[in-house]
């Protein structure tokens, strides 16, 4: 769906998945919704925030951790605790060096709350990257919830779900805007072999924001 700016296209994305959570709460009693990180998904957050959402029954999992501390100005779980602070958050940090050391425990902790998710959300770089999982990377093809993704290019070391768990929801979500990322998105629609591209093939059912 095309809208007419980025205010938009958030605002509806938002409410989309409001009605999926709520769904989920009627039905099941409880509700997880996986959110990515960095600038994108603030307006998304911001409206989510104001919903008629019951948070303390909905579990929320970032897409990717940068292995800073929660409170450091590039964490993800601190923005998602900014701007959602009545969430259930389940971060993918630990108090490990390394995000390969922290890998069992982040790994332990979110396999209790079971798949598939309800609701992922993401969003998508120029490259077309997803959550940490970058064209031409390793973690492209692991088959496990988490992995450590390559420092190299990307600063911050990183742990990130993989494309088996991302695509283990009941709906994916994708926000896309600007000029550079909807060109982006063009050629993983005419099949180019990007991590987007392998994430709406395979997840069940794709809903797609689009905004200038």
Do not use: Y
Not at 42 to 66: K, S
Not at 76 to 89: D, F, K, V, W
Request: charge should be neutral; aromatic fraction near 4%; hydrophobic fraction near 50%.
């Amino acid at each position: 769906m095309m809208f007419a700016d980025q205010t938009a296209a958030a605002a509806a994305l938002a409410d989309d998945l409001a009605v999926l959570l709520n769904q989920a709460l009627a039905e099941r009693g409880r509700a997880s919704l996986v959110v990515p990180g960095g600038r994108g998904p603030v307006p998304v957050f911001q409206r989510l925030a104001a919903a008629d959402l019951d948070w303390t029954r909905i579990d929320v999992i970032p897409t990717d951790e940068r292995w800073v501390s929660p409170d450091h100005p590039d964490s993800n779980e601190g923005m998602i605790r900014r701007l959602l602070p009545a969430a259930r958050l389940r971060g993918l940090k630990t108090d490990a060096a390394t995000p390969e050391d922290g890998l069992a425990e982040a790994s332990a902790r979110l396999a209790t709350l079971g798949r598939p998710f309800d609701a992922v959300f993401l969003g998508m770089g120029a490259d077309g990257h997803v959550a940490s999982l970058f064209p031409g990377s390793v973690p492209l093809d692991d088959r496990r919830m988490l992995a450590a993704a390559p420092v190299s290019g990307i600063g911050h070391a990183r742990l990130t779900l993989t494309l088996p768990a991302l695509t283990d929801c009941r709906a994916l979500l994708l926000l896309i805007c600007g000029a550079e990322k909807r060109a982006r998105w063009a050629e993983a629609l005419a099949g180019a072999d990007l991590p987007v591209t392998r994430a709406v093939r395979a997840a069940p059912q794709v809903r797609v924001f689009l905004a200038p």
